[in-house]
């Protein structure tokens, strides 16, 4: 699988900024793929992108059409069929990240047969995995793990590999969700494998490499998550990190969704994450701390990653507000 | 999903005892929904239940055919579907736990569909999950939970169950794996669930219950095996244990199928359990060592459980050789 670029990104009729985060990510990881966002009647966010219609982007060579929006449930509405059908008939393949998928539309799949056009449900995995075998691989790897989902460890994971490939690093970015697969081009949704081969799909991300070079892998959930900690603990031991780095949002006080759970401690992540990842590398070592402060002034942000700095004694930063090269550092 | 016994036993032409491990835990545990087995020319292993045809199990009133062996991968060899077909027409709905799915045969959906009988691919859920919650569930729970794959956590489960109907309790055995679904007639393969549904299937397995109401919940996995430490962390985590028996088979040196893998001790299991079954239920306890002795003397089994019964202050046992009531007695 790999999605061609450039995209145009279609965010419909949404009104939350949040729902659009597929093509959010898109523009702000990788504006240089992208033609423009598509919006229509009704819709009042958007990604900062230019509007470009489809027959603009058509001209403009886009290759690909992004349904970069997603709603509870993951619900593709039939509305959109004449719009998916008109980027076809335009020359686009279709990416979808939601839980419908595209290629049980008939309409879309022989409109795509007879264009000879791909369909990529991007949250669907469609490669054959095998069970893991802790089989140790040659290169190097660093895991972003997080206290809790939705805490910043695609974009962490994304600004370390900025960082490393300006400073030369041989460095590839491994997503696991759908908006890291459609910034990265490929990848595997991996909390949508079955259960029996997390592992192996996680293993099968980061095959063997030079000894030199850097994967950095998308972290997804948290080992103190109740609904999802088991994905945590499978891509945890697949991907055999050398490094782990902890991706934390402040001003949380309950995992995300369950308004009853505990909250874990930075020290408590940190504790978890090792002493698991050891099943499938003796050696891994915890380098830097990466906060998500937004819901801070800039100042008090930067108080606060000094505190836990010194607390840590290991670089802590907000990799959107000061980038990450402190932990690169530590490489 | 609920499947009709009697059942008879397929084990086609199978020369490998553990190759018809799902045949042998039904004739184990439920001989009394068997009417026999039913093998054919070249087989070299048995159950120990009476040979019967399919003809001869319809006149008995046989309502379910089970392909009760296994092979690597899973497959279903196209040699079957003439003996498939011939038990659909003698009035039997068909169980498989291959990884090759029933339905997905045209000839056997079709004579199915004609005769109105059942197809269970018990490997596969058709159950609609959701994702875990985390939310305290009423009534009493026990997971069996294990050092490796393969160690005695289903029959620990049954052996469990025996026991406490014998004593009065009221008690439910819960499957998770193909065989243990055969001998309740229902339950989940939960390392088939998607991964992102592993909690909340586990959640819905041993739903709310009466106070007193004991859900024996059969584990899957280790939390120290490499390839499938996830669904064992996803499982815990949904079942939210009140208690924990640990699941051990002597003279193990590697995780099963992994040769260079380390083996964790029992009190190792002990620990890593517990920390991690905290999450939903912090007054969760170990309250009893299972251990498969069958590769020594009864004599020696008994040794080295009362041994390990002393080292952690707990009753240790034999399921298969000496019962279940001594962990009972705690209860």
Request: hydrophobic share 40%.
């Amino acid at each position: 699988m790999k999605i061609h670029p450039p995209y145009l990104l279609f965010i419909g009729d949404a009104t939350d900024q949040l729902s659009i985060k597929m093509a959010q990510s898109a523009a702000d990881w990788c504006p240089e793929l992208c033609i423009g966002e598509y919006s229509v009647s009704g819709c009042t966010v958007s990604t900062g992108l230019t509007h470009t219609t489809i027959d603009e982007a058509a001209k403009q060579g886009a290759k690909t059409f992004v349904l970069g929006f997603a709603n509870s449930g993951g619900i593709l509405d039939k509305k959109w069929l004449p719009t998916i059908l008109d980027a076809l008939d335009k020359g686009m393949n279709i990416v979808s990240g939601l839980h419908d998928r595209l290629i049980d539309f008939p309409e879309i799949v022989e409109k795509a047969k007879q264009l000879n056009r791909t369909l990529f449900d991007i949250r669907h995995p469609i490669a054959e995995f095998v069970t893991g075998t802790g089989v140790k691989r040659s290169g190097k790897r660093l895991l972003t793990v997080g206290t809790d989902c939705s805490v910043g460890k695609m974009y962490t994971s994304l600004s370390l590999e900025k960082s490393m490939l300006k400073k030369g690093f041989d460095v590839s970015f491994c997503a696991t969700g759908q908006c890291g697969i459609l910034i990265a081009g490929k990848g595997v949704a991996i909390d949508c494998v079955i259960a029996d081969f997390l592992s192996g799909a996680s293993e099968s991300l980061s095959p063997d490499n030079n000894e030199n070079h850097w994967d950095i892998i998308e972290g997804q959930g948290s080992l103190s998550h109740p609904a999802f900690a088991g994905v945590s603990l499978g891509l945890l031991h697949g991907s055999q990190p050398d490094t782990l780095v902890i991706c934390h949002a402040l001003n949380r006080s309950t995992m995300r969704g369950l308004p009853d759970s505990q909250f874990p401690s930075i020290a408590k992540t940190i504790e978890l994450n090792l002493q698991a990842a050891r099943l499938t590398n003796p050696n891994v070592k915890v380098i830097g701390i990466s906060i998500n402060t937004s819901s801070v002034s800039i100042e008090d942000g930067r108080t606060i990653c000094a505190q836990l700095s010194e607390q840590f004694s290991m670089p802590c930063i907000d990799p959107l507000r000061d980038g990450s090269d402190a932990i690169i550092a530590e490489l």
